[in-house]
């Protein structure tokens, strides 16, 4: 009987876990920017970003708030808020998309994820390539894109214009948990 016990508690345990683990979330994930001229670089940091990850179908969705990127210096973050982003109007990036080829489980590899990045009121589609792999049996994305200023209609004023590149490398880290809820 005890045996019993002891296998039904183990069953319930497993199925309610198996149906929790199909969804991830990373709640401090690290998005970060490079823009390289001649004049000055200009680097930001975002280590609050949300992304939830689907294993059943391998959807991903990001969102992050734009106020949280931090720069190096108060008057590039200021001029990022007020002037380019906009972030009282356009708070928030959003991307959504799905990984190609989909498997489960999640395997060391690079696969491609396509979808729609929503950026200063513009959504635009990408192909981001991502590398997956697992860390203490986690899934952990990592990769690197680029993002055209033009693309996303934010203005750069001619007088500095040529202090910030048109192309802009975004990198990114999402580090995993089973999403609980």
């Given at each position: 009987m005890n045996?019993?016990?002891t296998l039904f ?5 497993y199925?309610?876990f198996?149906q929790n683990?199909?969804?991830y979330?990373s709640r401090q994930?690290h998005v970060s ?17 949300l ?8 959807e991903?969705?990001?969102?992050m ?6 720069f ?9 808020n007020?002037s ?9 990036a959003?991307?959504?998309g799905?990984?190609?080829?989909f ?5 060391e590899?690079t696969?491609?994820?396509?979808g ?6 513009i959504?635009?589609?990408?192909e981001?390539?991502t590398k997956?792999?697992?860390t203490?049996?986690?899934p952990?994305?990592?990769g690197?894109f680029?993002?055209l200023?033009?693309d996303?209609k ?5 007088v500095?214009?040529?202090n910030?590149?048109?192309?802009i490398e ?12």
């Amino acid at each position: 009987m005890n045996k019993f016990f002891t296998l039904f508690f183990a069953l319930v345990f497993y199925c309610g876990f198996s149906q929790n683990s199909s969804k991830y979330i990373s709640r401090q994930g690290h998005v970060s920017f490079f823009s390289y001229t001649s004049v000055e670089n200009i680097e930001a940091e975002n280590n609050q970003v949300l992304s939830i990850f689907d294993t059943t179908n391998g959807e991903i969705a990001i969102s992050m708030l734009m106020r949280a990127f931090v720069f190096k210096k108060a008057l590039m973050q200021e001029h990022f808020n007020e002037s380019y982003i906009e972030t009282d109007i356009y708070p928030k990036a959003v991307f959504e998309g799905v990984i190609t080829d989909f498997k489960v489980p999640v395997e060391e590899t690079t696969k491609i994820v396509k979808g729609a990045l929503t950026l200063h009121g513009i959504t635009k589609e990408l192909e981001i390539k991502t590398k997956m792999e697992r860390t203490n049996d986690l899934p952990v994305f990592t990769g690197s894109f680029e993002v055209l200023v033009s693309d996303f209609k934010i203005k750069i004023p001619p007088v500095v214009a040529g202090n910030i590149a048109k192309r802009i490398e975004v990198q990114f880290r999402f580090e995993y948990q089973p999403y609980e809820n």
